[in-house]
């Protein structure tokens, strides 16, 4: 399982490995007992995908009277666009949601109103500018500031050598263009640029406003088990409102 949070003021990558317990109690899956999680009657809610215990300094992210930071996944309407509020360690309030109404049979008939639950570990995961290979991969989190004029010229250099940049069928027409305009990852189709999903937020309107903390994507053998066949691999991205803490979920995927 792929999970990622990120920080972005101290430049500290943490990996989640599933089936193994921690000592902080992070769960994937399990029971969805929050109120709030169906905005639309008749309709299915959606899923919990991760619980979070916020005390464990890897997660990076607090919310006021909350110790429990729940991810949610719209899967059954397509992985749409959420937006929601985590009122408490039980309750969230959903703000936003792209489809009003489940998608027939999707991701797949008889799909769990439940994901089976799975401990979970956060790991941290090496992240040096210095490495051409580390500072390509999360340039989209955390930019280029950290790396020295040496430092960005290794990079340039490395995106040629590697084949990442390829004069003759890149849309950019040198190294660095490449990277300062083109390259956006670890997020495989652009760095998001959504707006805080609460009405009564300043940042409501504001693009690129909100903070890319986590990015979900399972492995690809064990993808089709989680999602089933019609969805291929997801990038699941969480952000956060630094204003007022409220989350939204987006999907991208290859």
Known sequence: MFLELYHPASRQVFRGKRGHGSEYGHVFGGASDYAGLAAFSGEPAVHLLLRLNTTDPAVGVTIPGV??????????????????????????????????????????????????????????RAYDPSNPKHACFYAGVFGYDALSQEQFADLARFVVEEGIFDPDISDWETPDSYLREGNSLPFTQGSPVDDCPDPGCRNHGRASSLRTFAIFQEGRPEARDLWGPNCGSLQILYQICPACSAIRTTNQSD
Do not use: M
Not at 71 to 89: F, K, P
């Open 67 to 124: 110790q429990w930071l729940p991810l949610l996944c719209a899967i059954r309407y397509g992985a749409c666009n959420l937006g929601y509020r985590v009122i408490s360690d039980r309750e969230v309030k959903i703000l936003h949601q792209g489809e009003t109404k489940a998608w027939d049979g999707f991701p797949y008939d008889k799909y769990p109103e439940r994901l089976p639950a799975s401990p979970l570990v956060l790991e941290e």
